[in-house]
């Protein structure tokens, strides 16, 4: 199926330009001098853009998130929050709300992925990697409360996986969905919610993975990209991490490292046992995929950002791994595996 481009390639550069000056004018304020470099860094999968702007030997992180497509407020009240809790974020400098501009300090350039993706990574170090950033999900745990914050609620979870549904397998794939395969769906979509809704409900970063934590030597780990924080499920987090659609370990080490995580909440939940836990943790997995790959196809159709349609086949790869583990999501598997998957290969051709 195509997809028809709705942006005119003069309008946006033309729009860029403008935002650009408008954005070295605000700077021209808050900066002590003039004197500075500015550099686009990657950015994630919004509006938003991102800069490394040095100064005096100094290094900061412009956020450029325009407001008639993203509002900064949340960044900022979850700000102020994880600094409460003594959670390794950036600070906020400088802003300008109706502008849409932040100035962050900065916490340095190497992302987990990067230390993760290295050739030569050892699994001690990968353990000692996520070791740490377990501990920060525990503080984030322990220290945080969910007052004032949207609920991670079965509507909004049921729309998340309608993604898979719509931009994934009808608008990439082009696949009609037949009344059986509705049905399937919708009947796993009301489990997974369900299962997700059966858990205790905390604060819930919600993307917390390899590429929104920044490595340092110290060992607590810069996080990053968490203005979207819900009241949610207690495994959401550590599936985002450990189940991560950017790298993959095996099965085993997974588990583990799940394993680690829950033996360190049971001082707390000592009402969950293990079983139930990593029910809670592998259906959540299914939830969080299902989701992502739709906004891997949909990135690709609508911001054209094609380059997250290389992330869909290993997304859903976590869903097929679970094989014959749990009977109820059979279905989904073989759907994915038969259909979906090769459907996805001769898309990407």
Known sequence: MTHQNVFDP????????????????????????????????????????????????????VMDAPPEQEDCKPFINITKRLLQAQINV?????????????????????????????????????????????????????????????????????QEMDLFKHWLLQEYIGIALTKQIQNILDTIFNLLAHEALSQPQ???????????????????????????????????DLVSLLKDCYIKWPKQQIQQWANDYFMQIAKYHTNIEQEKFMRWFNLMGVQRHLKASGIFARLHLRDHKSHYLQEIPRTLSYIIDL???????????????????????????
């Open 10 to 61: 003069r309008t946006m550069q033309t729009r860029m330009q403008t935002r650009m000056e408008t954005l070295h004018d605000w700077l021209a304020i808050t900066m002590p001098n003039k004197n500075y470099h500015l550099q686009r860094i990657a950015g994630d999968a919004s509006f938003r853009q991102y800069f490394r702007l040095t100064q005096n030997n100094q290094t900061f992180i």
């Open 90 to 158: 950036p600070k906020i400098m400088a802003q300008n709300l109706p502008k849409g501009f932040l100035l962050l300090s900065d916490l340095g350039n190497i992302h987990y992925f990067d230390q993760l993706k290295q050739a030569d990574i050892t699994p001690e170090h990968a353990t000692a990697l996520y070791g740490n950033a377990i501990n920060v999900l525990l503080k984030l745990h322990e220290r945080l409360n969910t007052k004032g914050l949207p609920l991670y609620n079965k509507k909004l979870l049921i």
């Open 202 to 236: 905390i604060f819930v970063h919600r993307d917390y993975h390899s590429r929104n934590l920044i490595w340092n030597k110290s060992g607590d780990p810069g996080v990053l990209d968490f203005q979207d924080a819900v009241a949610g499920p207690i495994t959401y």
């Open 323 to 349: 094989g014959n583990d749990y009977p109820e999501l059979e279905e989904l598997i073989q759907y994915i595996q038969n259909q979906v998957i090769p459907s996805i290969s001769r898309s990407n051709r």
